[in-house]
């Protein structure tokens, strides 16, 4: 039986989370792209006003209002302001599903690009890995380097020179070749997991993954980690594919019976809040809901995870270092998980942190914020490396793929000396008892992060 198909419209949303903004203002100063303008509509409370109007039939969504809902960065600190709870994700997803629907921003070269990675790229790793892998050897046989010295680059209209600029190191071992499907606890077996290596994560940074499992098998866990998995959809969510999204998520729960682990663990924070909403996403699918229902009790971030279990203390043999924590917006507002990467930090022997000013606020990176907002993205990214500057530390720990590409990508090009790298990478050097040095990787990744 094919699950019914759930509207994407703003009416069709339950009322109660429509009307629940009381227009008390009080999110405005946290929101960054208010910060950055002053104007209403590119707020919270503006944008819900415009969302609302549409909901109940005053409005037509045009392609201001569309504008709108891709000028706000979905980062949610709204949502952490709001006394009232208002519900800002569902109502960006809505939203965003919303201006699809109505088809105000297609064009040609849009409509390209969507179906070509939306629909087609992410609907299915191997093809992304294939992408990956073509892409790695254009890096690694120099041509990548060869083109951006012979100025042929300068050729491409400007959309491309900046993607261009942007494409970021391939790993040259993707998740499956660094990881066992199945890795044993070391010691006792106290938990059964399933580990989720996700799909930009898979491709950029599969030594965190690498990095991720050993740290569980170290503490107690028994970690499964198939060679072969699905992207989360939750970039499908936040642009407006709902429907692509819920085909992901059904194959997610069939490929990780959550009845069969004590815990799913997502170690990137955008990920792991869409992927802890699959009940709501699949409200309406009688097959998959109350799997869906489990799903997210089970579903875990690593810091959480750790946190909860107890984390094991490495030896006391380490090197003094200062580190900074720069949060993603997804694991402090979508998930408000706040102090659990501080303690695990903490855990790590002569660790000093020092504390980030505005350690939450958006980056710029945002999905991908920083290709379709370049400007915007640019200001948030200047405003978080002067606060980064500012702390003095050589290390910054962050826990989303996303902001480790973006803070990386602004430091190379400011040329900051800057050490980008996941809390659990720390950690996994603490239990090693090998640091990095900050020099060429000895283990063969790319630039030190
Ligand atoms: S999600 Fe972020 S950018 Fe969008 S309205 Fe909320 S605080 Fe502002
Ligand atoms: S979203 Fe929340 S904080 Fe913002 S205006 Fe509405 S009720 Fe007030």
């Known amino acids: 039986m094919k699950a019914p198909q759930r509207p994407a419209r703003l009416k069709d949303l339950d009322f109660s989370i429509v009307q629940q903004c009381i227009h008390c203002g009080l999110c405005l100063p946290a929101c960054p792209t208010y910060a950055a303008t002053k104007v209403e509509r590119h707020g919270p409370r503006g944008r819900i006003a415009l969302m609302r109007a549409i909901a109940e039939d005053q409005l037509e969504p045009g392609p201001a209002f569309a504008r709108e809902m891709y000028f706000c960065l979905g980062c949610l600190a709204c949502a952490t302001a709001c006394p009232a709870g208002v519900n800002y994700a569902r109502l960006f997803e809505r939203a965003r599903a919303e201006a699809e629907a109505s088809g105000v921003l297609r064009s040609p070269g849009r409509n390209l690009v969507r179906a070509w990675t939306l629909g087609w790229l992410f609907m299915d790793l191997r093809r992304l890995q294939w992408l990956g892998r073509c892409l790695r050897l254009y890096q690694a046989l120099g041509i990548q380097a060869l083109l951006r010295r012979s100025g ?73 980690t198939p060679p072969k998995q699905s992207c989360c959809g939750s970039l499908h969510a936040h642009n407006g594919e709902l429907e692509l999204a819920r085909q992901l998520a059904r194959k997610q729960l069939d490929q990780f019976p959550p009845d069969q682990f004590d815990a799913i663990i997502s170690n990137a924070g955008g990920c792991g809040s869409h992927l802890k ?173």
């Not at 071992?173 to 006792?188: C, E, I, N, Q, W």
């Not at 994560?201 to 990095?211: G, T």
């Open 152 to 224: 042929l680059l300068g050729l491409l209209p400007k959309p491309l020179r900046r993607l261009e600029a942007m494409t970021p190191d391939i790993q040259p071992r993707f998740s499956a070749a660094l990881v066992a499907p199945l890795t044993p606890a070391r010691g006792p077996k106290n938990y059964r997991v399933a580990m989720l290596i996700g799909c930009a994560q898979d491709l950029l940074f599969s030594d965190i993954n690498r990095d991720t499992v050993e740290v569980l098998a170290r503490n107690g866990c028994e970690v499964s």
């Open 277 to 449: 909403h699959y009940a709501t996403l699949l409200a309406d699918d009688p097959r998959y809901r109350e799997r869906a229902a489990l799903w997210d009790s089970k579903l875990k971030d690593i810091h959480e995870w750790l946190v909860a279990i107890g984390i094991r203390p490495p030896a006391q043999d380490a090197p003094p270092r200062v580190v900074t924590y720069h949060e993603s917006c997804h694991l402090a507002h979508g998930q408000g998980i706040t102090t659990q990467p501080r303690q695990l930090l903490a855990a790590i022997p002569n660790l000093r942190l020092v504390e980030l000013p505005e350690s939450s606020w958006c980056c710029g990176s945002a999905g991908i914020y920083n290709l379709i907002q370049p400007e915007m993205a640019g200001q948030l990214l200047e405003r978080k490396l002067n606060h980064i500057r500012s702390t003095g530390a050589a290390i910054v720990a962050t826990a989303n793929p996303g902001c480790l590409l973006q803070l990386t990508l602004g430091a190379k090009q400011r040329g900051l000396n800057l050490r980008l790298v996941h809390p659990v990478t720390l950690l996994a050097e603490a239990y090693r008892g090998r640091y990095c040095s900050g020099g060429p990787c000895r283990a063969g990744f790319p630039a030190c992060r």
